[in-house]
Nanobody, 131 residues
Framework: QLQLEESGGGLVQAGGSLTLSCAASGYTVYTTFPMGWFRQAPGQKREGLAA???????LYADSVKGRFTASRDNAKNILYLRMNSLKSEDTAMYSC????????????????????????WGQGTQVTVSS
């Protein structure tokens, strides 16, 4: 059973930076499947932010492109999200997801049609940006 655990959230001033981590465990082959970062603010739909495949290819949402950087350390089984130039509208619960079915793609993960029931999810970490 794949397990994901996020960390690194907190309170930061607008313009500041945070780095989130997502540690994966309980599965032997981490390097091949897509992983992604999502966020959800109260009353809003969950939003895909970035998805990264086993080769390090990354897709970003327009809302975070140029400010957020996703990366993964396959040796440590950790997914990262470096967030710079944070804005108040970045305030949300941030979660990581993994698609270990073997045929998932980062394009699907970042599309409007992804099926969250097909992914493993972490419990989330809160990011609050004060203006």
């Amino acid at each position: 059973q794949l397990q994901l655990e996020e960390s690194g959230g907190g309170l930061v001033q607008a313009g500041g930076s945070l780095t989130l981590s997502c540690a994966a465990s309980g599965y032997t082959v981490y390097t091949t499947f897509p992983m992604g970062w999502f966020r959800q603010a109260p009353g809003q739909k969950r939003e895909g932010l970035a998805a990264i495949d086993g080769d390090g290819n990354v897709l970003y949402a327009d809302s975070v492109k140029g400010r957020f950087t996703a990366s993964r350390d396959n040796a440590k089984n950790i997914l990262y999200l470096r967030m710079n130039s944070l804005k108040s509208e970045d305030t949300a619960m941030y979660s990581c997801a993994a698609d270990n079915r073997g045929w998932g793609t980062i394009e699907t993960m970042m599309s409007q049609h992804y099926d969250p029931s097909l992914y493993y999810w972490g419990q989330g970490t809160q990011v609050t940006v004060s203006s």
